[in-house]
C-alpha cells in the first residue's frame, strides 16, 4: 500500500521554466490537496479537488495549474517559475469524512534559481 | 474564513518531562475537527491525534493528550514523559465537518519543539 505518491522529492529550476509536480495515490480518496510550506508560515493551500473533473483554487492559486483527470492523479503545473515558488510542496488526500484527516505525501523541495 | 494560531514558534522539553503546545483558532461553527500533525526532520506529516469538535471528552493517544476548550476556542497538545524521537514541527490544524467546499485543512503556522537530554 504506497499511499500517496510524490515525484521528483528534490528540484532546481531556473527562472521562467516550467515543470509538473506529480502525486499520485492508490486509497480511492476521493479528495486531493497541494499545499506549500514555507519556513514559519504553515501550510497554505494551493488547490484542491473534490474529484475526478473537479478542482478548485486554494488560497495562493496564482502561478499553478492543477488537473484532476482520474481519482488517482493530481499533478501541479508550475509555469514560468519565480523565485517566490521556493517551498516544500506537499500533495495529500483523504475520503469527504471530515474527521479522518489527510494523508499526506512526502513532498517536493523546489528550489528556484 | 476559519484561523489556526500557533503563538510559540520554539518549545524546549527535557527528556521525560512533560511539555504543553498551544494552538487557538476562529470559526463561527459549532462542528468542526482538531488535528495535531507531527513533522519531523524527514519531512513526512504524521497525524499525532484528532478531536471532534461535538465530544466534550478529550482526546488520548498513549502519551499524548489534548486540552480542548470549545467556549475558549483553544486546542493544546500536551507531550508526557518526551522522548527524543518527539522533536520535531508541530502543527494544529482545523477542518469544518460541514460537507462541500473539500473539507480542507487550515494549519497554524507551527511550533518547533527540541527535547534535550
Known amino acids: 500500500n504506497a499511499g500517496v505518491t510524490q515525484t521528483p522529492k528534490f528540484r532546481i529550476l531556473k527562472i521562467g521554466q516550467s515543470m509538473t509536480l506529480q502525486c499520485t495515490q492508490d486509497?480511492?480518496?476521493?479528495?486531493m490537496y497541494w499545499y506549500r510550506q514555507d519556513p514559519g508560515m504553515g501550510l497554505k493551500l494551493i488547490y484542491y479537488s473534490v474529484g475526478a473533473g473537479i478542482t478548485d483554487k486554494g488560497e495562493v492559486p496564482n502561478g499553478y495549474n492543477v488537473s484532476r483527470s482520474t481519482t488517482e492523479d493530481f499533478p501541479l503545473r508550475l509555469e514560468l517559475a519565480a523565485p517566490s515558488q521556493t517551498s516544500v510542496y506537499f500533495c495529500?488526500?483523504?475520503?469527504?469524512?471530515?474527521?479522518?484527516?489527510?494523508?499526506f505525501g512526502s513532498g517536493t523541495r523546489l528550489t528556484v534559481v | 474564513a476559519q484561523t489556526v494560531t500557533q503563538s510559540q514558534p520554539e518549545m524546549s522539553v527535557q527528556e521525560a518531562e512533560t511539555v504543553t503546545l498551544s494552538c487557538t483558532y476562529d470559526t463561527s461553527e459549532s462542528d468542526y475537527y482538531l488535528f495535531w500533525y507531527k513533522q519531523p526532520p524527514s519531512r513526512q506529516m504524521i497525524l499525532v491525534i484528532r478531536q471532534e469538535a461535538y465530544k466534550q471528552q478529550n482526546a488520548t493517544e498513549n502519551r499524548f493528550s489534548v486540552n480542548f476548550q470549545k467556549a475558549a476556542k483553544s486546542f493544546s497538545l500536551k507531550i508526557s514523559d518526551s522522548q527524543l524521537g518527539d522533536a520535531a514541527m508541530y502543527f494544529c490544524?482545523?477542518?469544518?465537518?460541514?460537507?462541500?467546499?473539500?473539507?480542507?485543512?487550515?494549519f497554524g503556522t507551527g511550533t518547533q519543539l527540541k527535547v534535550e537530554l
Open positions: 495529500a488526500s483523504s475520503y469527504s469524512m471530515a474527521g479522518i484527516g489527510y494523508t
Open positions: 486509497m480511492n480518496h476521493n479528495y
Open positions: 490544524a482545523y477542518r469544518s465537518a460541514i460537507t462541500g467546499g473539500g473539507n480542507k485543512l487550515t
